[in-house]
């Protein structure tokens, strides 16, 4: 009797199994990378790893947490559900769900693009003006400064090499702190700026001698700005 139970239990289970698997088989596949990586300023796109409608062709869609979707900055082909961009994509993490819906079934996939700085070089200068309005178009063009995808910077100095000094920098999302290395310095020096795209990228911000606990300059000394070179 025992045996006869066991048979009986064991083809019930393979039964709900082969029922499960047979509703599954009308269910929208969708898949994409989980994160897409893409460097500063690329033109890139992403498309479905797996897009498979198991019969009825339906509608794609796209949404987002962040308001990135609200500028024309970021495309959706909602044929292909292939997702693209041009160079104007800021820096910075921004997450996606993609979905697919027929009449029988709706599947979403999230995926996060994220749009990394790693290395590059600009041109601008410094500027003492700690002013509620500082105008960095009077900023002078006399530094060549250089990050290093080691997480390391150069600044050149065009007119004064003496003047010419390293250090270090790190990014979070779009924000630098850039910090002089310089055993032999009386004061600390520190810039914080913001690493932008548009007609012109560049890197602006302020400097001082010091942080707060926010990570904000606590000793104002002025402004820079450095173009894209």
């Known amino acids: 009797?025992?045996?006869?139970?066991?048979?009986?239990i064991i083809a019930l289970i393979g039964l709900i199994c082969a029922c499960s698997n047979d509703d599954d088989s009308g269910n929208i596949r969708l898949e994409y990378p989980k994160v897409f990586e893409n460097l500063y300023l690329n033109e890139a796109e992403v498309?479905?790893?797996?897009?498979?409608?198991?019969?009825?062709?339906?509608?794609?869609?796209?949404?987002?947490?962040?308001?990135?979707l609200n500028r024309p900055i970021v495309f959706f082909d909602e044929d292909t559900g292939v997702i693209s961009w041009g160079n104007r994509l800021?820096?910075?993490s921004f997450p996606f769900v993609i979905e697919a819906k027929n009449s029988t079934s709706t599947a979403r996939f999230e995926i996060t693009i994220e749009n990394k700085f790693e290395e590059g070089s600009f041109k601008g200068g410094f500027l003492e003006d700690i002013s509620d309005e500082p105008?960095?178009?009077?900023?002078?063009?006399?530094y060549?400064?250089?990050?290093?995808?080691?997480?390391?910077?150069?600044?050149?100095?065009?007119?004064?090499?003496?003047?010419?000094?390293?250090?270090?920098?790190?990014i979070d999302g779009s924000r630098v702190i850039a910090t002089r290395i310089d055993?032999?310095?009386?004061?600390?020096?520190?810039?914080?700026?913001?690493?932008s795209v548009g007609n012109t990228p560049r890197f602006s911000g302020s400097y001082g001698s010091s942080l707060n606990d926010q990570d904000e300059i606590q000793d104002l000394e002025g402004i820079f700005r450095f173009d894209l070179d």
Do not use: C, H, R
Not at 1 to 8: F, R
Not at 47 to 68: H, K
Not at 183 to 195: K, L
């Open 90 to 92: 800021p820096l910075g």
């Open 1 to 8: 009797m025992k045996t006869i139970k066991i048979n009986i």
């Open 47 to 68: 498309a479905p790893l797996v897009l498979d409608w198991q019969g009825e062709i339906g509608a794609l869609s796209i949404s987002s947490t962040t308001e990135i």
């Open 144 to 170: 060549f400064l250089t990050f290093l995808n080691d997480g390391t910077f150069t600044m050149k100095n065009v007119d004064t090499p003496d003047l010419s000094f390293d250090g270090e920098w790190i």
């Open 135 to 142: 105008d960095f178009s009077t900023i002078p063009q006399n």
């Open 183 to 195: 055993d032999m310095a009386a004061n600390g020096f520190i810039m914080v700026g913001y690493i």
